[in-house]
């Protein structure tokens, strides 16, 4: 028997920052699902069974609400790299002087749509409940 496993993903703001194109590719629910499910660097078994199974299974059909793109601005963010800029000379006491040497422009154009339509994903497959299951409670 064909059954079928939808994951529907709310956004509340009706804004979309992430790189990449819309709808968030199928990789951003799994690492989410991941990330809620692990403990440190311990994922459960069947949490890692039940992951691994999606990752087999055909790339799912997505519904996304209909999308406008909004106004684009630029940033200037810490390139993530505060402690290699400490340790130049000119910086090891100075930590506001070291994240003004090490930040990068970064250019955002939200995607903008309507909050009250949800994201679906849903994967088809046969017969294996039980790793859908498990899904679902991550879920």
């Given at each position: ?18 790189h ?21 660097m ?5 949490v890692?069974?039940?992951?691994e199974w999606?990752?087999?299974?055909p ?47 970064k ?33």
């Amino acid at each position: 028997m064909a059954c079928a496993l939808l994951v529907t993903v709310k956004f509340y703001e009706g804004r979309y920052h992430g790189h990449g194109d819309w709808p968030p590719a199928p990789a951003r629910l799994f690492q989410a699902l991941m990330a809620g499910a692990a403990r440190g660097m311990e994922l459960p078994i069947e949490v890692r069974d039940a992951l691994e199974w999606l990752e087999r299974l055909p790339p799912p059909v997505i519904a996304a609400p209909r999308d406008v793109p909004g106004q684009e601005y630029t940033n200037f963010v810490p390139n993530n790299d505060v402690d290699a800029a400490l340790s130049k000379k000119e910086y090891t006491s100075d930590v506001e002087g070291a994240v003004a040497s090490i930040r990068t422009r970064k250019t955002i154009r939200p995607v903008l749509f309507d909050d009250a339509v949800s994201i679906l994903y849903c994967w088809f497959f046969d017969n294996d409940r039980v790793q859908a299951e498990m899904l679902c409670r991550l879920a």
